[in-house]
């Protein structure tokens, strides 16, 4: 389930911004009053969907939405008064802030939420993918270690190395990562 923080200080914006973000099955949302209890409140949680209906009560929003975005995997959605828009929007797109103009129609705010959500899943998979690929290096790298351990004490080749930890993994039934920490463990002390 997709979550969303609206950051407004008008009642107003933040009954509109929750209505459209309900059509489009957002149902945990949660609206703050202003950029500070937003920073606060980031840093107990993430959100899928960041919204910041500028200017807020304590700063203009622009900021806040850079420094957002550039911290979270949260997709940030600046809504800005239309004679601020294309100065904030060309300041606020190097940063991954999508931008809309005020006053704001449903269309326009569900297509840049179709956009959000459509960028969301993409920096979801590459993140989940990008952990997965420093996982695998860390295991080579402990793996690598593990081996060294072996030729410099069995006098066994790199070869030979690498052939015991992963026939050790198949016998034991578990991951060679498993077989190179026992390893270190035993060599290393």
């Keep these: 389930m997709e979550s969303a923080l609206i950051v407004s200080c008008t009642d107003k914006s933040a009954d509109f911004f929750s209505e459209v973000l309900n059509t489009i099955s957002v149902n945990k949302i949660t609206v703050l009053n202003s950029a500070e209890e937003a920073r606060r409140h980031l840093m107990e949680r993430d959100f899928d969907f960041i919204i910041v209906d500028a200017p807020l009560a304590d700063e203009s929003g622009e900021d806040f939405s850079r420094n ?14 239309n004679e601020h828009f294309n100065k904030v929007a060309a300041v606020c797109e190097e940063d991954g802030v999508l931008a809309i103009s005020k006053p704001v129609n449903k269309e326009i705010f569900s297509l840049s939420l179709s956009l959000a959500k459509a960028a969301n899943s993409r920096i979801k998979r590459i993140h989940a993918e990008n952990a997965k690929l420093k996982q695998k290096i860390k295991d080579i790298r402990i793996i690598d270690r593990a081996k060294l351990l072996l030729i410099s004490y069995l006098n066994l080749s790199e070869q030979e190395a690498h052939r ?20 270190l463990k035993t060599y290393a002390s």
């Excluded at 015991?164 to 390893?183: C, H, N, V, W, Y």
Aim: charged residues 25%; proline residues 0%.
């Design 164 to 183: 015991f930890i992963e026939k050790q993994a198949m016998d034991l039934r578990t991951s060679k990562r498993m077989i190179a920490e026992g390893i």
């Design 68 to 81: 957002i975005a550039s911290k979270s995997l949260s997709q940030v959605i600046l809504a800005v008064k």
